[in-house]
C-alpha cells in the first residue's frame, strides 16, 4: 500500500457517521440494555486504530460492534477491514466458517480492548493477543492517544522474545538478509531462499522495517497479510502493510518496545470490572494445562472477591473469544453485550479496495 493512501480518518466519515445512526436507531428497541447504560459512552467509538487514552483508572478503549457478511467474504476479508487479526475475528465467531459465513451472517467485530498491564509509553506488544499498543508523546495541549494493531508473531519454535528493547534503525524498502537457519529450513523444505532478498514485491519484509535492539527482530510489513494475526514468522512482528505505512513515520528512533505475553486482561470501566481473555500460546498451553490460576490471578490484582463473580470470570476464560466482558456481579453477559452491540456497514468506506492488495 502506498503511504500516501488518505487515511481512514478522511471525507468519508460523514458518510460512515450516517449509516451508524440509522442503525442505532434501528437497533434501539432492543430487550436488552443499551450499550449506553452499560459503557457510559455517549457514542461508539468509530471503527479506527486510534483512540483517546483513557484516564488513569480505566483500562477499556473501543466497543464491540457488528458486521454483516456478504456473499464474497471470508473472515479474513473482513478482519482486515476492521484492522484486526485473522485469529482475532475467529475466536469472536465460534462455529463460524471462516472460508464461508455465508450472505447475511452475523460477524462479531472484536473492536474493543483492554490495554496491556504495564506503562503506558512507547510501543507495547501482546503476544498472547496478537496486537500492537502505541502510547505516543501528545504534541502540545493535545489528549494522548493510543494506536492499535494487530500483529503476527513467531511460531512455535520460533517464539517472538518477551523484554524490553527500543527501535534502533527506521528503514524505508528493507532488504532481507536471510539468516543462515531460515534458509537450512526451507532448503530441507524444497524451497530454497537466496542469501539476499531485495527491495520488491517478493520481500517478506514489506516496504517499511523497523529493527529492534533485541539482535535480528524487526517490526516490519508484509507481502502476505494473511498471515497479520498467526503465528507464522521466525520471530519477527509484521503488521498490515497499510498499518506499518501509517505508524512508521510516527514511531521515532530510540522508541521503548515492551513485548509481554499477557492471555489475561482486566480493566475497569464506569465502575465494571472487564476480563478479556485469549487462547494462551502453545506453549503455555502445555505449562498450565486447565488450570485457570493465572486469570484468577489477574482478577484478583485487580479487584476484591467480592467484586468478582468468579463463575462469569472462569466461562470467560474457558471460551477465550478475545472479547473484553464485565464480570462485576450482575453485570451484562456476553449475550447481552452482543445484543446490544452498535451495528457497522458491511463495506466501509475507509477499506482497501481490494483486499488481497499487498
Request: hydrophobic letters at 35%; charged letters at 20%; a negative charge.
Amino acid at each position: 500500500m502506498n503511504p500516501s493512501t488518505p487515511s481512514r480518518n478522511g471525507f468519508p466519515w460523514l458518510a460512515w457517521s450516517a449509516v451508524l445512526c440509522a442503525s442505532i436507531c434501528l437497533s434501539a428497541c432492543s430487550t436488552f440494555p443499551d450499550w449506553r447504560t452499560w459503557t457510559g459512552l455517549a457514542e461508539p467509538p468509530t471503527p479506527s486504530d486510534r483512540f483517546l487514552l483513557p484516564p488513569e483508572g480505566t483500562d477499556i478503549v473501543g466497543l464491540v460492534q457488528i458486521t454483516t457478511a456478504r456473499h464474497e467474504d471470508t473472515l479474513s476479508d473482513i478482519a482486515r477491514r476492521y484492522d484486526l487479526g485473522y485469529e482475532e475475528i475467529v475466536v469472536a465467531n465460534p462455529g463460524m466458517d471462516p472460508w464461508l459465513p455465508g450472505e447475511g451472517a452475523r460477524v462479531v467485530l472484536p473492536t474493543q480492548f483492554v490495554l496491556p498491564d504495564g506503562p503506558r509509553e512507547g510501543l507495547v506488544l501482546n503476544l498472547a493477543a496478537m496486537r500492537l499498543f502505541y502510547y505516543p508523546l501528545p504534541a502540545a495541549d493535545e489528549p494522548q492517544r493510543v494506536i492499535t494493531h494487530p500483529i503476527g508473531i513467531g511460531r512455535e519454535g520460533w517464539r517472538t522474545p518477551q523484554g524490553t528493547s527500543r527501535i534502533t534503525e527506521k528503514i524505508v524498502q528493507p532488504t532481507w538478509t536471510v539468516p543462515v537457519s531460515v534458509r537450512r529450513e526451507h532448503a530441507e523444505k524444497g524451497d530454497p531462499l537466496p542469501p539476499v532478498v531485495p527491495p520488491g514485491p517478493d520481500n517478506p519484509l514489506g516496504e517499511f522495517a523497523m529493527r529492534l535492539s533485541l539482535p535480528s527482530y524487526l517490526i516490519h510489513g508484509t507481502n502476505q497479510p494473511y498471515g497479520v494475526g498467526l503465528r507464522v514468522s521466525h520471530g519477527c512482528v509484521r503488521l498490515y502493510p497499510e498499518d506499518i505505512a501509517r505508524l512508521f513515520p510516527e514511531v521515532p528512533e530510540g522508541t521503548r518496545v515492551t513485548i509481554v505475553n499477557q492471555p489475561y486482561m482486566a480493566g475497569w470501566r464506569n465502575g465494571q470490572l472487564y476480563l478479556e481473555a485469549h487462547p494462551p500460546l502453545a506453549e503455555d498451553t502445555k505449562r498450565w494445562g486447565n488450570s485457570l490460576k493465572p486469570m484468577e490471578k489477574v482478577l484478583a490484582a485487580k479487584a476484591g472477591p467480592n467484586a468478582i463473580d468468579w463463575d462469569k470470570a472462569r466461562t470467560v476464560a474457558q471460551e477465550a473469544r478475545g472479547i473484553p466482558i464485565p464480570v462485576s456481579p450482575d453485570s451484562p453477559n456476553l449475550a447481552e453485550v452482543l445484543t446490544s452491540a452498535p451495528k457497522v456497514p458491511s463495506n466501509p468506506p475507509w477499506a482497501l479496495a481490494d483486499d488481497g492488495e499487498g
